[in-house]
Every structure is written in C-alpha cells, then in structure tokens.
C-alpha cells in the first residue's frame, strides 16, 4: 500500500512541474515555414511566353503527420502528362536541432534521385534549403567534373503576399554558383 500511496502522491506533487515545462516547451519549429503552406504555379505573364507551363504546380507545401511534419512535392503538371516529380517530408530533428528533409524523384527522367538536407530560417524572413542529390545509377551520375555521384545545391525563398521568389545556386568549385535559370518566381495556385 505505501508504494502505491508514494506514487499517488509523486503525481500530485509533480504535476505542476510537468505543467510549467509544458507551458514552457518551444514553439512548433516547422512555423516559419508556413508562408511556404500551399501550392505556387508559373506566373500568368510567364505563361504567355512558354504557354507548356500553363497550370503546372511546381512546388506544393502540405501539412502531414499533424504540425510535426510537412510533405513537399515539386514538378508538378497539370493533365496526364508529367515532368520528373520530387516528394519528400520535411521534419524537425529533436537530434541536430534543424529542419530537416529526404525525399526522392520519379517518375520521368530523374527517376530514383535520393535528395536530404535542411532548411534554414534567417531573421529577415528569408526560408534557405541546402541539400545533397545523390544518383541512382551510374548513367544517370554527372560525370566527375559535375560532382560525380552527388551534387549540392541551395534555394533561398522570399515570400512577399502571393508571390514567392526563388534562386537557385549549385556549390560548383568552391563556392555557389547560378545554376539553370538563376531565379524565378512563383504565385500562390490552387491546391491540387
């Protein structure tokens, strides 16, 4: 019976030291990332100018796994046919202490494209990803002077309203460099 009554009484007095440090737990660590919530698609001016990007979602940010967790797709197309797509999970690691993601490509001609990194939320607002694509099959590897087996690259977001601005850099020879368009934009779409 003793035992019993020091537990009964441990949970008693414990209780309100378990509620203050719940009251004290931290804010979620995935919240500034939800500008990024929601599906983003090629301006309407760019459109006209490459009308084949007509509707296409080109990234889409979910909630999953309750607040915890975030799905990301990417290359998205409206209709049938589909360009190469991305699907990963976005997640904060209690371990590092960083907003981390994997996620892989396919189907179309990136097909089993592993990716990992991490997101990075800098003061003025600015959301950067940094992350790793690692190759599946030797013919699908850049050759040496590319990075062989693995490229690194780094996207740093702005969201302003309902557009979102985007660069796009590769590490290439010591440092970051403009890789494919440099740049684009993006505007607030509907969900897919």
Do not use: C
């Amino acid at each position: 019976m003793k035992p019993i009554l020091m537990l009964i009484l441990s949970l008693f007095l414990l209780s309100p030291i378990a509620r203050a440090q719940t009251d004290a737990a931290p804010a979620n660590p995935l919240d500034p990332l939800t500008p990024l919530l929601g599906s983003w698609v090629v301006p309407p001016e760019h459109v006209e100018a490459r009308p084949e990007l007509a509707g296409r979602i080109m990234h889409h940010y979910a909630r999953s796994v309750g607040p915890h967790a975030y799905r990301i797709r990417e290359g998205l197309e409206a209709g049938k046919d589909s360009d190469a797509e991305f699907e990963g999970l976005i997640y904060w690691d209690p371990a590092t202490e960083r907003i981390e993601f994997v996620g892989v490509a396919g189907p179309g001609p990136g097909e089993g494209r592993f990716f990992r990194g991490e997101y990075r939320v800098h003061e003025d607002g600015r959301i950067e990803r940094v992350y790793d694509v690692f190759y599946r099959t030797l013919a699908d590897m850049p050759g040496e002077e590319h990075g062989g087996s693995r490229r690194r690259y780094r996207e740093i977001y702005t969201v302003e309203g309902s557009r979102l601005h985007s660069t796009l850099d590769w590490w290439w020879d010591g440092g970051w460099k403009p890789f494919g368009p440099g740049e684009y934009e993006l505007v607030r779409g509907e969900e897919p």
